[in-house]
Nanobody
């Protein structure tokens, strides 16, 4: 299984970005796919997740109402739409898959300027 994250970049506060995570290899109907982030000097934290088969979603309080996670099953891709970005959203964003987050992609850097 391989996860390829993309879509990071530099954006001004209040702006938007969409991250993508392409999954190759096995398909996982009942597994979760999630986004995590790690800011400089901080521990990695959960951002959002989606159940691949049922589509149930979960969000961290810090991003709820601003971020939306979605999936495109035929493309084996999960997206994270990030609106109203804040400087505190600056971090390396990682996608992960599995019941225990067994598989991880490389990170993609999101920088939000004030």
């Amino acid at each position: 299984v391989q996860l390829q994250a993309s879509g990071g970049g530099l954006v001004q506060a209040g702006g938007s970005l969409r991250l993508s995570c392409a999954v190759s290899g096995r398909t996982f109907n009942n597994y979760r796919l999630g986004w995590f982030r790690q800011a400089p000097g901080k521990e990695r934290e959960f951002v959002a997740s989606i159940n691949w088969g049922r589509g149930n979603t979960s969000y961290a309080d810090a991003v709820r109402g601003r971020f939306t996670i979605s999936r495109d099953s035929p493309k084996n891709t999960v997206y994270l739409r990030m609106n109203n970005l804040k400087p505190e959203d600056t971090a390396v964003y990682y996608c992960a898959l599995g019941t225990s987050w067994d598989y991880w992609g490389q990170g993609t850097l999101v920088t939000v300027s004030s």
